[in-house]
């Protein structure tokens, strides 16, 4: 009897020290969500001192509470594990628009070897789901290419609002075209030792995109150094880009970092360069593979995220005259 007594408290002793054991190598359940995130983004080659290429962009965009998720998304959370794996689930919506521009915009016919003009007017929807190591998201973006997506309307009052003359070559931009684009992304939090007694931490990434805009597969990762690292992924951008997150879970009532990354993409396909998918258009001869290089810094307080990014991207099309430069500013808030 006592033999027995010995050999089940063995057992029960060896399950408890695998279960801690497994507590110890697995990453903590994440933290259930109860806010949600607004977040507004604007990008501007302005920041970079020209007025070309991707010339401007803004994005809203709403990420939602992980908890008290609507009925059909609770079902659906439970059948996830497969394509995003485990974590909080979050649903997002966003709106944006991208206008892009050649390097000459005073002339009403502009180079055939130059980028052609173009907008993108487009509405997102999107899940995600988060441990405190993973992220996965995915996205379907739905929208329109040309003249519906007041590229001028928007880049021209903008320059009469602040004075600078008018760009006078849209009439030649991309013409109408739906737009539909379906994205993956997959992120991994990595910590690194203490430096300086502050929080350091890598943040490998990697994208797939399909679509008649921009069809893609892309590699990355951000270095990042401060403290509060645990409160976000780093601060969202306006695709293609090293892409954070919209959302903000922050522990503490301020945090900090600075942050520089690097990011490569295949390019399949981009609408903006390749031209309108159905129709004749203006285009150029893509580069097949593009990088970006970034820099930046955020300040979280209070509930709030306040961060500003300086991009440097590759030559995209051969008869570029070099990289770009522009910069992008983001406000995200929690309620």
Same mark, same amino acid.
């Given at each position: 009897m006592s033999?027995?007594?010995?050999?089940? /408290?063995?057992?029960? /002793?060896?399950? +408890?020290?695998?279960?801690?054991? +497994? &507590?110890? !190598?697995?990453?903590?359940a994440p933290t259930p969500d109860p806010k949600g995130t607004f977040s507004f983004s604007i990008e501007n080659d302005m920041f970079g001192g020209s007025d070309r290429y991707y010339t401007n962009g803004f994005l809203f965009a709403y990420r939602s509470p992980s908890t008290d998720l609507p009925r059909p998304l609770e079902r659906l959370d439970d %059948?996830?594990?497969?394509?995003?794996g485990a974590g909080n689930l979050r649903w997002g919506l966003a709106f944006g628009q991208s206008l892009y521009t050649p390097q000459d915009t005073q002339t009403s016919q502009p180079d055939l070897r130059d980028r052609p003009y173009a907008a993108y007017l487009y $509405?997102?929807?999107?899940? #995600?789901?988060?441990?405190?190591?993973?992220?996965?998201l995915l996205e379907l973006q739905a929208g329109v290419i040309g003249p519906s997506a007041l590229g001028e309307f928007v880049q021209n009052n903008y %320059?009469?609002? !602040?004075?600078?003359?008018?760009?006078?070559?849209?009439?030649?931009?991309?013409?109408?075209e739906p737009a539909l684009t379906a994205l993956y992304e997959r992120k991994?939090?990595?910590?690194?030792? %203490?430096?300086?007694?502050?929080?350091? @931490?890598?943040?490998? #990434?990697?994208?797939?995109?399909?679509?008649?805009?921009?069809?893609?597969a892309g590699v990355g990762?951000?270095?990042?150094? $401060?403290?509060?690292?645990? /409160?976000?992924f780093g601060p969202p951008r306006i695709r293609p880009a090293l892409a954070g997150s919209t959302w903000i879970q922050p522990e503490q009532e301020f945090g900090w970092y600075i942050f520089a990354g690097l990011d490569g993409r295949a390019m399949a396909r981009d609408v903006f360069l390749d031209g309108n998918?159905?129709? @004749? +258009?203006?285009?150029?001869?893509? =580069? !097949?593979?593009?990088?970006? /290089? &970034?820099? $930046?810094?955020?300040?979280?307080? =209070?509930?709030?995220?306040?961060?500003?990014?300086?991009?440097?991207?590759? @030559?995209?099309?051969y008869g570029q005259k070099g990289l770009q430069s522009f910069g992008s500013l983001n406000v995200s808030v929690r309620f």
């Open positions: 033999l027995r007594l010995i050999i089940l /408290a063995g057992c029960f /002793a060896t399950v +408890s020290w695998s279960g801690a054991t +497994s &507590q110890e !190598i697995n990453p903590a %059948h996830l594990n497969w394509a995003l $509405g997102a929807l999107s899940i #995600s789901r988060t441990t405190p190591t993973t992220s996965n %320059h009469d609002l !602040i004075n600078i003359p008018q760009t006078n070559g849209w009439n030649s931009q991309l013409k109408d991994w939090r990595i910590p690194l030792p %203490h430096l300086a007694g502050q929080q350091a @931490e890598i943040i490998p #990434s990697a994208t797939l995109s399909l679509g008649n805009v921009q069809t893609y990762g951000v270095f990042r150094f $401060g403290q509060g690292l645990d /409160a976000d998918t159905w129709r @004749e +258009s203006r285009s150029v001869d893509k =580069r !097949i593979l593009v990088g970006d /290089a &970034q820099a $930046g810094v955020a300040v979280l307080w =209070r509930g709030m995220r306040f961060a500003y990014t300086q991009v440097w991207r590759s @030559e995209e099309f």
